[in-house]
C-alpha cells in the first residue's frame, strides 16, 4: 500500500496532522500502536490548555503559549471548561519565583493577573503571593470525539489501531513502513510518537533526541462545592496542582515532586518495571504504562499530603482514581524549565519529521511542516 | 491491605553536618521505627553543606529506600536553626519530628512514645535527657526565668510537633530565630518525656543563638538594660545630693559645685533619656517580631 503521508501515533500530534492532510484529499495512514486514539500522554496529563503561566523562568515558552492560546479556544472551544478560577500562588518557600516576580513575568507576557489574599485559599506563610489568571482546561475525550467525526469525513485517512511499528525500510523516495503485520509506503512520515520518539528513531537510524522519561502519575480526585470551580497551581518548585481535568467533573492533583514516579536516563526509556510487565513492555518498545500490571502504587498518600500542607481545611478533596503515563523532557530545559516544542527535519528524501511537545496548544506548529 | 499502623502522616527532619557514618547509622534506626509503627512517613536529610562521606553513604544506603527520602543541601554552613527551618518548611506530615542531632542516647522506643504523647493532646512533645551540663543549665535558668511562655525550656534530643503548632507559629512569626523558644511561645500544649541519659555538646554558634533568643523571646534584655539604666540614674541623682551636701556644709573649691551641677544633672538626664529609648526598642522588637497579640490553646464552648 502507498499512500502520501504515514503517521505514527494516533495522539492530538498525529490526528491533527491527520486531519489536515485529509482535508486537503491526501491519502494519510496513521499506526496506532493501542487500541484506541488518545489513550497516552493527550489523555493523561493535566489536560491544561496553557497560556504561559507555568513557565516564569522562560519568556519564550510563555509567549509562544500565551500566543497560540486564543487560537487555541477557537477552535476547539466545545472541549474546554473554562468557567472556574485558576488560581496561581507563589510559595513562600523554596519557589524558584517569587510574587513580585511573577507580576513583572506576567505583565511583561501580557497576561492576567490579578492578586488575591494568598490567605482565602492556603495555610498561613505558605503563599507569599495568590493570582487569579486566565486558563483552561482540555476534555481529551470530547476532543477524540471531535477528531474521529472530522476523520470520518476524510475517505484518504485510515487508522490502524493496534499497529505498533516493527521496522522501518529507507527506498530511494519512499520510506518502508511495517506494523502490526501491515506494510505501507509513503514518501513521508511523521514520528508523533511522543515517549515512543527515540523508540521510533532506532528503528529508523537516526540519531535519538536527548531526552530523559518519567514515568508519571495523575491523580483524579472528588473536590468539595468550594474547589469545585477553583483550579489551584503552587509554584515554581515541588510543589502542587490541583485542578479541574476537562469537563470530567473531577479535578487532576499532581505534584513535581511525587508525579514522576521513576526517571530514566537513558536514550530509549529504561525501567526495572518493565521486567515484570509480562512482556509487554521494553526499553524500545514501550507500553501504555496506564494499562500495565507493573505500573506503580499511587503516591496519592504523599501527593494528597503535600496539597493539604498548602490549602486551608475547607477546601477538601478525595481520592478518586490514577492515571499513569511516560513523559519525555528534553535534558535541554532543565534550568529554565521550558517546553519547547521540537519538530526535527530527520531526512530530506524521502522526508521524515519527528516532534516532541509537552503541550497541546503548540499544536499549530505543525502547520508549517505539513504544508509541505 | 489493612494495618493497625497510625495513619497519620509523619515528617522526620533530621540535621547533619559531617556526621559520617553516624548518620547511616540514625537513619537506619529510625526508619526501623517509623515503618513498625507508621503507615506513611517521608524523610528529610538536612545537608548542611557536609565536606565529608555523610552524604554519599547515605545516598547508598537510601538506595532500597521505599519511602522517600529527600535531601535539602545547604549552600554553605549555616548552623542548626535555619536548616531545621529549611527542613520544617519542606515537611509536608501532619506531624513533623525534628531531630537536631544524629547521636541517640535515648532509647529508639522514645520515637514512637512521643507520638502517642502528643495524640493525647500535646501540639509538641520534646524528648529530654535528666542530666545536662552546666553552661546549657544557665541558658535555661535565665530563660525561662524571663519568659513569658507557660512552659518551661530544657534541653531536648528531640521533639515532635503537629501541623497545628507549626502553623501556629509561622503565623505569628515568619522565620524562628529559635524554633523551641516559639513553640514554647505558641500558647499550645507543650510536654516533655525524660529519659535516663545527657546529650552531646552542639558545637560552635551557640552563644549567639543563646543571646539572640533571650532578646527576642524573654523581657532578660529589657529588664537588664533597663535595670542597669535606672540603677546609673539613682546614682547620678545621689551624686547631686551628696554636690549639694557639700556646697552647704563645707567649703569646696571655687568652680567644683557648678561643674558637679553639670555632670550629674546631665548623667541623670541621659540616663532617664536612656531608660525611655531602651523601652522603645523592646516595644518595637515586640511589634514587629511577635504578629499576634494574643494566643489561645482551645476553645472551649459549654452549650445546653
Redesign the interface.
Known amino acids: 500500500m502507498t499512500v502520501d503521508k504515514i503517521i505514527l501515533g494516533a495522539g492530538l500530534y498525529g490526528l491533527y496532522a491527520a486531519l489536515q492532510c485529509g482535508r486537503r484529499g491526501q491519502r494519510v495512514l496513521v499506526f496506532e500502536r493501542d487500541a484506541a486514539p488518545f489513550m497516552r500522554a493527550t489523555y493523561i496529563n493535566q489536560a491544561r490548555v496553557h497560556m504561559g503561566y507555568h513557565y516564569p523562568r522562560s519568556y519564550s515558552t510563555a509567549i509562544k503559549s500565551a500566543h497560540y492560546f486564543e487560537r487555541f479556544c477557537k477552535d476547539y472551544g466545545f472541549c474546554l471548561r473554562t468557567d472556574f478560577d485558576q488560581i496561581y500562588a507563589t510559595s513562600a518557600h523554596f519557589s524558584w519565583t517569587n510574587a513580585a516576580e511573577f507580576r513583572r513575568f506576567c505583565n511583561a507576557a501580557g497576561i492576567r493577573c490579578d492578586g488575591v489574599d494568598p490567605e482565602k485559599y492556603f495555610n498561613p506563610g505558605m503563599c507569599d503571593g495568590a493570582f487569579l489568571t486566565t486558563e483552561y482546561t482540555y476534555d481529551a475525550q470530547v476532543l477524540k470525539d471531535w477528531f474521529l467525526k472530522e476523520l470520518s469525513q476524510c475517505p484518504g485517512v485510515e487508522i490502524r489501531y493496534e499497529h505498533p511499528v516493527e521496522r522501518i525500510e529507507k527506498g530511494s523516495d519512499t520510506w518502508r513502513i511495517t506494523a502490526g503485520g501491515e506494510t505501507a509506503e509513503a514518501p513521508f512520515v511523521l514520528n508523533a510518537t511522543y515517549a515512543g520518539v527515540n523508540d521510533i528513531h532506532a528503528m529508523a537510524g537516526f540519531e535519538p533526541f536527548k531526552i530523559k522519561y518519567e514515568l508519571c502519575e495523575i491523580i483524579l480526585c472528588e473536590v468539595d462545592k468550594r474547589l469545585y470551580n477553583t483550579g489551584i497551581t503552587v509554584m515554581d518548585g515541588p510543589f502542587f496542582s490541583l485542578m479541574p481535568f476537562g469537563q470530567t467533573g473531577l479535578h487532576s492533583l499532581t505534584s513535581v515532586t511525587f508525579t514522576p514516579h521513576e526517571t530514566s536516563y537513558d536514550t530509549v526509556a529504561t525501567f526495572p518495571c518493565q521486567a515484570r510487565s509480562e512482556g509487554r513492555c521494553r526499553p524500545g518498545s514501550l507500553y501504555n504504562c496506564n494499562e500495565c500490571p507493573a505500573r506503580p502504587q499511587s503516591a496519592w498518600p504523599y501527593m494528597g499530603q503535600l496539597a493539604r500542607k498548602y490549602l486551608r481545611e475547607e477546601y477538601g478533596f478525595t481520592y478518586k482514581g490514577s492515571l499513569f503515563s511516560m513523559k519525555p523532557i528534553l535534558k535541554a530545559s532543565e534550568i529554565d524549565d521550558s517546553r519547547p516544542t521540537v519538530v526535527r527535519r530527520m531526512s530530506d528524501t524521502p522526508v521524515f519529521y519527528s516532534v516532541l511537545s509537552g503541550k497541546i496548544n503548540t499544536v499549530y506548529d505543525l502547520d508549517e511542516v505539513l504544508a509541505q | 491491605m489493612t494495618t493497625n499502623k497510625e495513619k497519620n502522616?509523619i515528617s522526620a527532619v533530621v540535621y547533619l553536618h559531617n556526621d559520617g557514618v553516624r548518620a547511616v547509622k540514625f537513619f537506619k534506626l529510625l526508619t526501623e521505627q517509623l515503618d513498625a509503627h507508621f503507615?506513611?512517613y517521608?524523610l528529610i536529610a538536612v545537608d548542611d553543606a557536609c565536606t565529608d562521606d555523610t552524604v554519599p553513604l547515605l545516598r547508598d544506603w537510601a538506595k532500597d529506600l521505599t519511602r522517600?527520602l529527600?535531601f535539602l543541601h545547604m549552600s554553605l554552613f549555616q548552623r542548626l536553626e535555619p536548616c531545621m527551618n529549611?527542613g520544617l518548611?519542606?515537611a509536608?506530615?501532619?506531624y513533623v519530628y525534628e531531630f537536631d542531632t544524629t547521636d541517640v542516647p535515648y532509647p529508639a522506643d522514645m520515637i514512637f512514645a512521643a507520638y502517642q504523647t502528643a495524640l493525647t493532646g500535646s501540639d509538641i512533645v520534646s524528648v529530654c535527657p535528666n542530666r545536662t551540663n552546666g553552661s546549657s543549665r544557665l541558658f535555661y535558668g535565665v530563660f525561662n526565668a524571663n519568659s513569658h511562655s507557660a512552659y518551661r525550656l530544657r534541653t531536648d534530643a528531640f521533639r515532635l510537633v503537629s501541623?497545628r503548632a507549626i502553623?501556629r507559629v509561622?503565623?505569628s512569626s515568619?522565620h524562628l530565630p529559635y524554633r523551641k523558644a516559639a513553640y514554647a511561645a505558641s500558647g499550645l500544649k507543650m510536654t516533655d518525656l525524660t529519659f535516663e541519659g545527657r546529650i552531646l555538646d552542639r558545637g560552635t554558634g551557640r552563644f549567639s543563638l543563646a543571646a539572640d533568643s533571650l532578646t527576642l523571646y524573654t523581657d532578660a534584655g529589657f529588664k537588664f538594660s533597663a535595670g542597669i539604666t535606672l540603677i546609673m540614674m539613682a546614682l547620678a541623682l545621689a551624686e547631686l545630693v551628696y554636690t549639694l551636701v557639700i556646697f552647704a556644709t563645707g567649703h569646696p573649691v571655687e568652680g567644683w559645685t557648678t561643674m558637679m551641677f553639670v555632670l550629674t544633672l546631665g548623667f541623670a538626664g541621659v540616663f532617664a533619656v536612656l531608660a525611655i529609648i531602651v523601652k522603645y526598642l523592646s516595644l518595637l522588637v515586640d511589634l514587629i517580631f511577635k504578629k499576634q497579640k494574643y494566643l489561645i490553646e482551645s476553645v472551649e464552648k459549654i452549650q445546653k
Open positions: 502522616f503507615e506513611q517521608e522517600p529527600t529549611a518548611d519542606a509536608i506530615g501532619d501541623r502553623n509561622h503565623a515568619e
